[in-house]
C-alpha cells in the first residue's frame, strides 16, 4: 500500500511513457515474437502478374520438398466468405475477394497458395516450386485510364470499372458560379502512398480443437473488428474466436483491415490442427497491406473580387484497386465531407467516381480522406490569392468561419464542434516573422536564389465518431477494476499501438481518482481481457476511448462514495485526493480502504454491490474537429532542383492537451509522413501493374537527415463534445503538412510562371519547372 | 547449423534473443541493427556463421546491473519511440555515434542514424535523445 495520494493534477503534464520499458530493453512482444510448441510456418504464393486467368497449378513439387507439411490452394477455400468490406454506398459494386485466387488473378501480390512447413525457409523455398501456368491479360493501373472507354475490365462483369459513384450537394453552386468576379481551376492529385509500418503484418493462430476456440494474434489496430470479422468469414463462434494484438510495431490506419492472410492463418490452423505463422515480407507487405490516398481532384472554386470564397465544386477519381479492404470506398466521401476545409462557404458540390484499378485496394491511411481534400482546398486558396494578387493570409483570414459561428453547420452535414481559426495561423505567422521573410524573399530573388513561404490552415474530423456515421459503430468502451489492494486495472477497447494510451489513461485514472500513477495499469489488445471496443483509429482514442474511460471513473467514484457512506456513517461525505471525508467529524476512509471493504463486503451499502468495476460505453455525440496552421519556408537548389525545408512550424489546436510529450510525438511523426507524402513518397505501378516501388530502395520514407527541425506550438480551443476538452491529434501533422509544403515550393517559383505542382516534389520535376522558367 | 541461416534469424529463433527485429531483410531499415566485436551490424543481411568466434551485443545486452544503459534511459526521457519497433535497432546505432563522437551536433547525429528508419517519430525525439544521452555521458 505504497500509495502515496497525489497532491496536483497529472493532466497536462509532460510525463514519460509507461509503455516504453519493455521497449527500450527489447523484451516487448511483438507477433513474430510469439512462439509455440509444435508450430508451423507459412509462406504464401503471390501472383506475379496484376491480371491473368489460371490455366493450371500444380503444388506437388511443394509437397514433394522434405518438411513441407501440406498445401492450400483457392479450391480449398472457396467456400469460406469474402474478405470483408464493411462500408455501403448506394449502387456499390462489391466484387466477391476469395482468400485464395481461383482462376483468376487481379493484382500483383494476389494470394494463390498457402504452403505450412516445419520451417520458415523450407515454407519460402517451397512456395517457389508452385507451377502456375498464366495466361496474362492486359491490366490497368491508372484510375483516370481505367475509366476510359476501352480499357481492360478489371472486374469482367463491371466492364466501366466504375464500383461508385457519390453525388453531394449542398447550397446554390450554379448561382455562386454565375455570379462570381472570378473562377479558378486546377486538377490536383493525391498520389497513392505506402503506409510502411516498420512491422509489417504477421499472424500467428492456435486452434485448439477440443474447446473449438481458435485464439488470432495479429498486429491489428482493432482487434475486436478482426474477430467478428473473421468468425463471419469463416462461420466460427466469436465467443470462441480470441484475437490478440500484442505488441504493434505501427499501423497509420493500414492495419485496421481485417486481411486474407488473418483469416487464410485461422484457416489453416484448424485444418492442422497446429499452431501456424505467417509474417509477411516487406515486398509482401508493399503488394499486400492497402496502400493510402490515389485521387485525381478536379477543384472550381468561384469568388468575389475581395477574396471571399463563394463556391466549391470538386469531382474525386478514387483509385479503389482491384478490391474493396474494409473501409476503402468510404474514404474518398470523408474528402467530401472535409472539402470546405475552414471556410465558410455554404455552396458545394461534389462528384466521386470509384474507379477498379489492378492494383492493391487503396484505404485509411494517415488522414484517410481528409489529407487529399485539405491538400485540395488549400492549393486552391493559394491558386485564388495569386489570381486576384491577394496575400494567401489574407484570403484566408477573410474566408474563415467566425469565433460566434460555432457549433458551425457546414454544407456538407457537419457541425464544427469548436474553433478559433485565425489564432494558430497568426501566430505560425508571428514565429515566421512573415512580414519581414517577404522582404527577405524580395531580395533574395533579385540575387538569383528561389526561396519560397507557404502555408496550410487545416481542419480535421477526428474522434470517429457518432456511430450512424460510421460504418462499424464508432463509440468506445472501457472497464475499470479497483482490485481489493486499491491497485487499479483500466481495460480499454482502443488498441494503441504507439501512441500512448498506456500512460494518458493511467494519467485520467490517477487523476480522477486520487491515486498515484503508479498503481494503474492500462490492458488492452485481448478480446478476452477487454469489453468489445472499437480500435485505433481516426484520431479517437482519447477523445473517445479516453471519454468512456472518463464516464466509467465517474460511475465508480459514485460505487465509492456509497462505501463511504456507509464506513463512514454519514451522508455528508466529500469524495477527493483519494480518500472519502466526512464532512462534520473530518474522519476519512482512503481509496485502499474502500476497495478492501468493497471485496470484504461485511456490510453492503444500499443500491450498492460487492466488488469495485465499473465498465462503460460511450457513444460520441458529434465528431470534433481539430484545425491548426503550419507554415513551411523552402529554399530550391536551382543546380539540382531539390527542395530544402529552412523552417517548419507547426501550430496545432487538438484541443486540451493532456501529455505535451506525446502532444509533440504525434505532430512530429505526422508532420514527417505530411513531408514524406509533398517530397518524396510515390507508389509506382507501371502500366502493366507492376509496382516497381516495391521494396525500401526504391520507396522513399524519410531518413533523419531529410527531416527538418519542427518548430511546433498549440493553441488551445476545448472541444465541448467531451467532459476532456480533447479533440485528437494523430493525423494532423499529416494533414497539415502537404498543402504547407507545396504552397510554399509553389511560392518559391511562382516569379518563373508556376501556379501548381503535383506531388512528390521531386528534384527532376522541380528541376525541369526551373530550367523551363530559366533566366528570369 | 544452416550455412545460409541468417543472424537475425540465429538470434531471434535459436538463441531466443528477440529484440532486434526484422523490418525489411535487405539492409534498408535497421530494425536488426546488433553490435558485432562494437561496430553496429545489420544482422538481416548476415550470415550466421559470418559472426562465428564475434563478439555480439543486443539492446538485450545494455542494461548492467538492473540499469538502463543511458542512450535506454535518453530514449525514455525524451520520448524517442513510439511503436518501438525500430528502437532496438535505433538505441544501437545511437550508442554507436557516442562511442565514436561523444559530442555530436544535430546533423552528425542525424547521419549517425541514417541507416536506421523510424517511421512514428519523425526522428526529432530520437536527436534529443541522442543529445540527452550525450549530456548524460558528461559532453
Not at chain 1, 496536483?8 to 530493453?25: A, Q, S
Not at chain 1, 478482426?226 to 490478440?244: H, I, K, M, P, S
Not at chain 1, 470564397?309 to 477519381?317: G, S, V
Not at chain 1, 463534445?721 to 515550393?745: D, F, M, R, Y
Request: glycine share 10%; hydrophobic share 40%.
Amino acid at each position: 500500500m505504497a500509495t502515496i495520494t497525489k497532491p496536483e493534477t497529472l493532466l497536462g503534464k509532460r510525463i514519460r511513457r509507461r509503455e516504453d520499458p519493455r521497449l527500450i530493453t527489447g523484451t516487448a512482444t511483438y507477433v513474430d515474437d510469439i512462439k509455440m510448441p509444435g508450430m508451423y510456418y507459412a509462406a504464401i504464393l503471390r501472383s506475379p502478374h496484376a491480371a491473368a486467368n489460371i490455366r493450371s497449378l500444380n503444388v506437388q513439387p511443394a509437397l514433394a520438398r522434405k518438411g513441407v507439411l501440406t498445401v492450400f490452394t483457392g479450391k480449398d477455400t472457396e467456400h469460406a466468405g469474402s474478405v470483408p468490406c464493411g462500408a455501403a454506398l448506394p449502387g456499390l459494386r462489391v466484387p466477391h475477394h476469395h482468400l485464395l485466387a481461383l482462376d483468376r488473378v487481379y493484382f500483383v501480390g494476389h494470394p494463390l497458395a498457402v504452403v505450412v512447413a516445419t520451417d520458415r525457409y523450407i515454407a519460402r523455398d517451397a512456395a517457389e516450386l508452385i507451377e502456375v501456368d498464366y495466361d496474362v491479360l492486359s491490366a490497368v493501373a491508372d484510375p483516370e485510364k481505367a475509366l476510359a472507354a476501352g480499357a481492360p475490365a478489371v472486374h469482367p462483369q463491371w466492364p466501366d470499372n466504375t464500383a461508385f459513384t457519390f453525388h453531394q450537394e449542398g447550397g446554390e453552386v450554379d448561382k455562386a458560379f454565375a455570379e462570381a468576379d472570378v473562377i479558378v481551376k486546377q486538377r490536383i492529385t493525391s498520389q497513392r502512398l505506402i503506409p510502411m509500418a516498420m512491422e509489417t503484418r504477421g499472424v500467428v493462430a492456435d486452434w485448439r480443437a477440443a474447446e473449438r476456440a481458435l485464439t488470432l494474434y495479429t498486429s491489428t489496430q482493432a482487434p475486436h473488428l478482426v474477430r467478428t470479422l473473421v468468425a463471419q468469414v469463416l462461420g466460427l463462434e466469436d465467443n470462441r474466436l480470441r484475437v490478440v494484438a500484442p505488441e504493434v510495431g505501427g499501423g497509420f490506419g493500414s492495419k485496421i483491415d481485417t486481411y486474407a492472410e488473418e483469416i487464410l492463418m485461422a484457416f489453416v490452423a484448424m485444418k492442422i490442427r497446429k499452431p501456424v505463422k505467417w509474417i509477411g515480407s516487406r515486398r509482401e507487405d508493399f503488394l499486400c497491406t492497402i496502400h493510402g490516398r490515389g485521387h485525381v481532384d478536379y477543384y472550381e472554386l468561384a469568388a468575389r473580387r475581395d477574396g471571399e470564397i463563394t463556391a466549391i465544386k470538386l469531382k474525386i477519381i478514387q483509385d479503389l484497386g482491384a478490391f474493396l479492404s474494409l473501409l476503402t470506398p468510404a474514404i474518398p466521401t470523408l474528402s467530401v465531407l472535409m472539402m470546405p476545409g475552414l471556410y465558410r462557404t455554404k455552396n458545394i458540390r461534389a462528384d466521386v467516381v470509384g474507379a477498379f484499378t489492378n492494383c492493391m485496394a487503396t484505404d485509411a491511411y494517415r488522414g484517410a480522406g481528409r489529407p487529399e481534400a485539405t491538400h485540395g482546398i488549400e492549393r486552391m486558396v493559394d491558386i485564388l490569392a495569386a489570381e486576384l494578387k491577394m496575400d494567401p493570409a489574407e484570403v484566408r483570414l477573410k474566408n474563415f468561419i467566425h469565433n460566434e459561428e460555432f457549433p458551425f453547420p457546414t454544407a456538407t452535414g457537419l457541425v464544427y464542434d469548436s474553433g478559433d481559426y485565425a489564432a494558430p495561423l497568426r501566430k505560425a505567422m508571428d514565429m515566421v516573422d512573415y512580414g519581414k521573410f517577404r522582404q527577405e524573399q524580395a531580395r533574395a530573388r533579385q540575387e538569383g536564389k528561389l526561396l519560397g513561404i507557404g502555408m496550410s490552415t487545416y481542419g480535421e474530423i477526428c474522434a470517429f465518431g457518432p456511430s450512424p456515421a460510421t460504418p462499424a459503430g464508432g463509440w468506445e468502451s472501457s472497464q475499470v477494476k479497483v482490485e481489493p489492494s486499491g491497485k487499479v486495472t483500466v481495460a480499454t477497447g482502443i488498441s494503441p499501438h504507439g501512441q500512448g494510451e498506456e500512460t494518458t489513461f493511467a494519467q485520467i485514472t490517477a487523476d480522477e481518482l486520487g491515486i498515484g500513477l503508479d498503481d494503474v495499469i492500462v490492458v488492452h489488445g485481448d478480446t478476452s481481457l477487454v469489453p468489445y471496443g472499437i480500435g485505433t483509429f481516426g484520431s479517437r482514442s482519447t477523445a473517445v476511448g479516453g471519454t468512456a474511460l472518463y464516464f466509467a471513473l465517474q460511475e465508480l467514484k459514485t460505487k465509492l462514495k456509497k462505501w463511504g457512506v456507509t464506513l463512514l456513517e454519514s451522508e455528508d461525505v466529500t469524495l477527493a485526493d483519494g480518500r472519502c471525508t466526512c464532512n462534520k467529524s473530518g474522519k476519512s476512509v482512503s481509496f485502499q480502504e474502500i476497495a478492501f471493504a468493497a471485496y470484504r463486503a461485511m456490510k453492503v451499502p444500499a443500491g450498492a454491490e460487492p466488488g469495485l468495476v465499473s465498465t462503460y460505453f460511450w457513444e460520441p455525440p458529434n465528431f470534433t474537429f481539430p484545425f491548426g496552421a503550419h507554415i513551411v519556408v523552402t529554399e530550391i537548389d536551382r543546380d539540382t532542383g531539390e527542395v530544402f525545408i529552412r523552417r517548419y512550424v507547426a501550430i496545432d489546436d487538438c484541443g486540451k492537451i493532456l501529455n505535451p510529450l506525446i502532444v509533440d510525438g504525434q505532430v512530429h511523426g505526422g508532420v514527417a509522413q505530411g513531408i514524406g507524402q509533398a517530397l518524396w513518397e510515390q507508389a509506382v505501378y507501371d502500366d502493366n501493374g507492376q509496382l516497381i516501388t516495391g521494396e525500401l530502395m526504391d520507396y522513399a520514407v524519410a531518413k533523419a537527415p531529410m527531416m527538418p527541425w519542427i518548430e511546433s506550438g498549440h493553441t488551445v480551443t476545448p472541444s465541448p463534445v467531451n467532459p476532456l476538452g480533447v479533440k485528437g491529434v494523430g493525423e494532423a501533422g499529416t494533414i497539415g503538412a502537404s498543402p504547407a509544403v507545396v504552397n510554399s515550393v509553389v511560392d518559391a517559383l511562382s516569379h518563373l510562371g508556376v501556379r501548381h505542382i503535383d506531388m512528390p516534389l521531386t528534384p527532376e520535376k522541380i528541376w525541369n519547372l526551373v530550367s523551363a522558367g530559366g533566366g528570369k | 547449423m544452416e550455412p545460409r541461416l541468417l543472424l537475425i534469424h540465429y538470434l531471434r529463433e535459436v538463441v531466443g534473443l528477440t529484440g532486434p527485429h526484422i523490418g525489411c531483410e535487405t539492409s534498408l531499415c535497421g530494425a536488426c541493427t546488433v553490435e558485432l566485436d562494437g561496430q553496429a551490424v545489420k544482422s538481416c543481411t548476415m550470415f550466421a556463421v559470418q559472426a562465428d568466434g564475434a563478439k555480439l551485443v543486443t539492446i538485450e545486452g545494455l542494461a548492467a546491473d538492473g540499469k538502463l544503459h543511458k542512450m535506454q534511459e535518453a530514449f525514455w526521457n525524451e520520448h524517442g519511440l513510439q511503436c518501438g519497433f525500430c528502437t532496438p535497432g535505433m538505441i544501437i546505432a545511437s550508442k554507436q555515434i557516442l562511442d565514436r563522437n561523444p559530442n555530436p551536433t544535430e546533423e552528425e547525429i542525424r547521419h549517425g542514424i541514417e541507416g536506421n528508419i523510424c517511421r512514428c517519430t519523425g526522428y526529432q525525439h530520437i536527436v534529443n535523445a541522442v543529445r540527452a544521452a550525450a549530456k548524460a555521458a558528461g559532453a
